[in-house]
């Protein structure tokens, strides 16, 4: 509850609740201050009727007679003196105005002050209870912009990285023309040569990366050749590029030779066959130790099939 009713802030006043009521409105007063300032009101009319209620204190008939007793009449009727007694007299009496009347105006300033005090309260309460309702909307509202900040911070972010994602793959594409456009270029001059001369060109593709590229260029009669790679990354430092030669005459692949590719992937290289090759079937690029091993030990790079 966010209010005591009136009447429980009355019996309070009057002391006439039960001790579990009592303290049930001394603990909600603790913390409501509007319930705690109408009690304190309640409080005052009360105070006020009382003192304006109670009987005018008059002086003990006893007192009155013992008064009379002592003083001498005679004296008092030639006197030029009046003497005041500390009681009313009859003619004094028909002056002052009936208790009957005045009695009543306690009675209406202490019905204004609770209609007034009522107004105040009913007021006080719809007023507290218009702000609570405000505070809330304006939380919610709070909230709200909130979240939508974030939300649109979020949009912002993965629009920005998907325009990031488009640039890159459309800068790529762009490389890529141009690279295969060049390999286009030179395996048309090359087919050229080996028309004339009795060559065979073959294109060498990777498994690992598909913008790894290359082509050999074999002359079966002299058995030797060039490998013209375009596109590997520079060898780790302490490996190089092996060329392999596979002739189903040896067991293993033929070594043809270790290179590198300067920095932007490219190189051309002179095909040497450790070994006398009859029939090659496929020329292969691993990625060896510094210097080149026996028997191809790391990954294919390249491979390309006759």
């Not at 009669?221 to 030669?245: A, C, F, H, M, T």
């Not at 070594?255 to 006398?276: C, L, M, R, T, Y």
Request: contains cysteine; glycine residues 4%; negative net charge.
């Amino acid at each position: 509850m966010q209010h005591l009713d009136e009447t429980t802030l009355i019996r309070y006043a009057l002391d006439e609740l039960d001790p579990v009521e009592r303290d049930r409105v001394e603990d909600f007063l603790k913390d409501h201050t509007i319930s705690k300032a109408h009690k304190e009101s309640i409080e005052e009319v009360i105070v006020d009727y009382a003192l304006a209620s109670s009987p005018a204190h008059q002086p003990r008939p006893e007192l009155k007679d013992k008064i009379l007793s002592e003083v001498n009449v005679k004296n008092i009727e030639n006197s030029t003196k009046i003497v005041s007694l500390p009681f009313p007299s009859p003619q004094l009496e028909k002056i002052i105005p009936s208790r009957k009347i005045t009695s009543l105006l306690p009675w209406a300033l202490a019905a204004c002050l609770m209609l007034a005090s009522s107004l105040l309260y009913y007021r006080n309460g719809i007023l507290e209870n218009r702000i609570l309702m405000l505070s809330e909307l304006q939380a919610n509202l709070n909230h709200s912009l909130s979240e939508f900040d974030n939300r649109e911070s979020t949009l912002k972010t993965v629009i920005q990285g998907l325009e990031s994602t488009i640039s890159s793959a459309q800068e790529q594409l762009a490389n890529f023309k141009n690279e295969n456009g060049t390999l286009n270029q030179e395996i048309s001059r090359l087919t050229a040569l080996q028309q004339k001369n009795n060559l065979t060109i073959r294109y060498l593709q990777s498994q690992l990366n598909q913008s790894y590229s290359g082509f050999v260029v074999w002359d079966e009669e002299k058995k030797n050749g060039i490998l013209k790679i375009e596109k590997l990354p520079p060898s780790e430092r302490g490996k190089d590029y092996q060329l392999w030669v596979v002739d189903p005459k040896y067991k293993n692949p033929v070594d043809a030779g270790v290179f590198d590719v300067n920095e932007e992937g490219s190189v051309e290289f002179k095909i040497s066959p450790k070994q006398q090759v009859e029939k090659v079937q496929a020329f292969a690029v691993s990625l060896e130790k510094d210097g080149g091993v026996p028997v191809a030990e790391g990954p294919m790079m390249l491979v390309g099939n006759f």
